[in-house]
């Protein structure tokens, strides 16, 4: 589809935002359900971010993706938010309704669909979770509300840790399920937590760019062979936690690509109000992979 004067625009707003497959996964959908769009990857300082949203709406862009390090930090600076971002405090997707911008978040929904999509329940399990920043949050809060029994919650003594007590006083109050928070300096307890969890998620930053030889976990007999450890990096597909994981023989083995498709094809869908044609996407993003 060539680019006209009608052309509408949407980007990514991120720090480092080079890696990123957004772009890839947009614009093989608009070009799939003929949507005259472009989705566009920005690099933004930190510095920046405020100038970076009021270009949404002096370019009349369609929206924008938020990842790293802006999930929360863009909070401030928008409209309105749904309320489920509001609950959870972070936002991975801005929609502009003529110049209104509304924070939404789909990384939640992303994950317990990717989880769904390779048979895998969060019905009655225990999960530990390590990371609780733009990611972790959402995860947290929708697999609490998928029906999960016992939910672990990790990260280390930094700025997130308030916010990690904040999510655990909303699961215990509004869910039915039991939610800890432990601070990861504690490594006996976060070991004991894994030897009893069904699913093993790491939503931190470890596995991608300057961290892909790092790991929490790099002892496999951490892990039991019955469990499902998902890690939420997608690039590169397979990082340092999932070659542990195999060592330890774990039954499911997931990294965020399924999150990803699943995430963005809800975020397309408040862009557009069509729906992804998510397998096509799928085919084409991770050919590689499927070669």
């Known amino acids: 589809m060539k680019i006209d004067g009608h052309t509408a625009l949407v980007g990514l707003i991120a720090h480092p935002a080079g890696h990123s497959q957004s772009p890839t996964m947009h614009n093989l959908a608009f070009e799939a359900d003929h949507i005259n769009a472009r989705f566009l990857a920005f690099d933004v300082a930190p510095e920046h971010l405020e100038s970076a949203i009021d270009a949404i709406r002096a370019f009349n862009m369609l929206g924008a993706s938020v990842s790293m390090p802006f999930k929360q930090a863009v909070i401030p600076l928008l409209d309105d938010l749904d309320p489920a971002a509001k609950m959870i405090g972070a936002v991975n997707t801005i929609v502009n309704h003529d110049g209104h911008l509304t924070g939404y978040t789909t990384d ?64 215990n109050e509004q869910t039915d399920c039991h939610a800890t928070f432990t601070l990861l300096e504690h490594q006996d307890r976060f070991q004991d937590a894994l030897t009893q969890s069904n699913l ?42 999932m070659r542990v994981a195999k060592q330890a023989n774990v039954a499911h083995i997931l990294n965020g690509q399924g999150m990803l498709l699943n995430q963005g094809a809800a975020a397309f869908k408040l862009w557009t109000g069509q729906k992804m044609p998510v397998e096509h996407v799928r085919k084409h993003l991770f050919k590689e992979d499927h070669e």
């Open 108 to 171: 939640g929904i992303g994950f317990v669909n990717a989880l769904k999509d390779e048979g895998v329940s969060l019905k009655n399990q225990t999960m530990t979770l390590a990371g609780v920043g733009g990611a972790g949050t959402p995860i947290a809060i929708q697999a609490a509300l998928a029906g999960l029994k016992t939910l672990n919650i990790f990260n280390i003594n930094d700025s997130a840790v308030a916010n990690a007590k904040r999510i655990v006083t909303e699961i």
């Open 200 to 241: 093993y998620v790491d939503a931190t930053g470890l596995g991608m760019g300057k961290l892909a030889d790092q790991s929490l976990v790099t002892d496999p007999t951490w892990f039991h062979t019955k469990m499902t450890v998902f890690d939420t990096v997608y690039a590169p597909s397979e990082t340092k936690l």
